[in-house]
């Protein structure tokens, strides 16, 4: 397994302070593998084995401490007597109340606590009241291309880059080479964080039009979402659905992170709008449960692009400016950029409607045209980039 430095990096400044550390990410994203780096970043520093505390509460030996008061007890008689002691919490979604646990032990104990969780909650508001906002937390996705490459050092970037699009970047798949073996994996996990995450823990009856609304979602990445299309998508599938269980469907579906919205900006009117966001599912080998990824490339390049803005800390919209659209609005810090993707821009005609939707920005803020191509198109000082060069940054 490779070291996943990006994150390291931005724990680091935090580890041995007074802020609980959650890493929030999909199941299987790699969250327990970071978990397990930052206890070895701990011991090269000194730290006794004897002060680290760890508990995963995926494992069915230590349901007990599922328990808040068991879980509190157990805790508090592990403590270091003379040291610090440093507590990592597993899937801690998984144990009732444990937030009142380690805010007991931040407030009380000489200890540093990390956590990681499976649920969109361990990244709301919600939390931070509960926390007494004494936390950070770190969003953790399945491997970037660039891990991808880092992993696979001896591939070809083009031949790596078809595996990606076609499997994903989930790190427990990367050890197969067989794709009946990747698929065989990824059909588990699809089954893992629908069947367990969201039909077990919401009580969910019509599991068959669940997963017929899923795929749905899945089969029309990157494009405006339209409650009435996904109604009368399913009554010709033969399912009815009401517009109340259809949002709490997608309220569900994000909770567990396998899917993300991307709300509409309004560009000339710097405003967000509040209809016909995009949806984009978290990591591409989970679409491959349902769909040929290779046969709907432009909507996978733009799910890819998608989620390397927001491992690179951006907040992105989809842009709006007059009747066109662009891709993606990233801002951070109060800075913009702004990313069109394509496939290939083959034709004049093709590189004029890429490159043209940003004559009416009026603003100096980077342009950028992402695409297959080889060739550098850039122009009028717009920036084009081929895909690949952009995630390997």
């Known amino acids: 397994m490779i070291t996943r430095k990006a994150y390291l990096n931005k724990i680091k400044p935090y580890m041995d302070t007074n802020l609980i550390k959650i890493l929030v990410g999909i199941r299987r994203s790699g969250k327990t593998t970071l978990m397990k780096q930052i206890m070895t970043l701990l011991q090269e520093k000194g730290i006794k084995k004897t002060q680290i505390i760890y508990l995963n509460f995926e494992d069915f030996s230590i349901r007990a401490y599922k328990n808040p008061d068991k879980l509190s007890d157990y805790l508090n008689a592990r403590l270091s007597k003379k040291d610090r002691s440093y507590i990592f919490l597993d899937e801690v979604q998984e144990v009732r109340h444990f937030e009142k646990v380690v805010n007991s032990l931040n ?3 000489d200890v540093d606590i990390y956590l990681t969780g499976s649920n969109s909650k361990l990244l709301s508001s919600e939390l931070s009241t509960l926390l007494s906002g004494r936390y950070i937390s770190f969003q953790i996705f399945p491997f970037s291309f660039k891990e991808m490459k880092t992993y696979h ?6 031949e790596l880059f078809d595996m990606y699009i076609a ?9 197969f080479e067989n794709g009946d073996e990747k698929q065989s994996i990824l059909n588990d996990l699809y089954d893992s964080v629908v069947i367990k995450d969201i039909v077990q823990r919401h009580s969910v009856k019509n599991v068959d039009t669940l997963s017929k609304y ?21 009554k010709n599938e033969g399912k ?5 269980t259809l949002y709490n469907y997608i309220k569900y ?3 567990v992170l396998l899917i993300y919205s ?6 000339n009117g710097k405003r967000l709008l509040s209809t016909n966001e995009k949806y984009f599912v978290n990591d591409q ?11 709907d490339i432009e909507k996978i390049l733009e799910n890819i692009v998608y989620f390397e803005l927001l491992r690179k800390g951006y907040e992105v919209y989809v842009g709006e400016v007059g009747d066109k659209e662009i891709d993606f609005i990233a801002i951070k810090n109060g800075e913009k950029e702004y990313y069109q993707v394509a496939y290939v821009m083959e034709t004049p005609e093709t590189r004029s409607r890429e490159f043209d939707v940003y004559k009416n920005v009026q603003d100096s803020y980077p342009k950028y045209v992402l695409s297959m191509d080889k060739m550098n198109f850039s122009q009028s000082g717009i920036i084009h980039m081929n895909i690949i060069d952009f995630l390997l940054q």
């Open 253 to 255: 579906a994000e909770e």
């Open 107 to 109: 407030a009380t104990e």
């Open 240 to 244: 009815t659905i009401g517009k109340e």
């Open 285 to 295: 080998g989970m679409r491959a449960t349902r769909f040929n990824n290779k046969q």
């Open 153 to 158: 050092s001896l591939k070809d970037n083009d």
């Open 167 to 175: 499997y994903g970047g989930f790190p427990v798949i990367q050890y």
């Open 262 to 267: 991307a709300k509409r900006y309004n560009i």
């Open 214 to 234: 899923i795929s749905y979602l899945f089969n029309t990445v990157s494009n405006q979402f339209s409650a009435q299309n996904i109604v009368k998508f399913l």
